[in-house]
């Protein structure tokens, strides 16, 4: 019997133009072991108060299945965290861990 090989969801966002155009983004996790995700663009809600918290990467592809704006960053190329819009975050499988 063939055993199939587990497929993990990740997200990731190619910076299309500007200096950092071609830059591979993922998702940012802070200091605190958290990813962050807003229902709207995070610059709108300098609080926090619309965003969500969520420690795994599928609980965070769920987030932006629902229409939140996930915070991803590139830190081996200098790049920060910028709020990316769900409909051009990208969605793909990697191989996951046994």
Do not use: C
Request: net charge positive; proline share 9%; aromatic share 8%.
């Amino acid at each position: 019997m063939e055993e199939k090989e587990e497929m993990d969801e990740k997200l990731r966002y190619i910076v299309k133009r500007g200096k950092n155009a071609g830059i591979v983004l993922t998702p940012h996790l802070y200091e605190d072991g958290y990813f962050r995700a807003y229902k709207t663009n995070s610059r709108n809600d300098p609080t926090g108060k619309e965003g969500k918290r969520v420690t795994k990467e599928p609980d965070l592809i769920s987030l932006v299945r629902s229409g939140y704006h996930v915070r991803m960053s590139n830190p081996t190329k200098g790049h920060p965290p910028s709020t990316v819009k769900p409909e051009i975050v990208i969605e793909y499988k990697v191989p996951g861990n046994p």
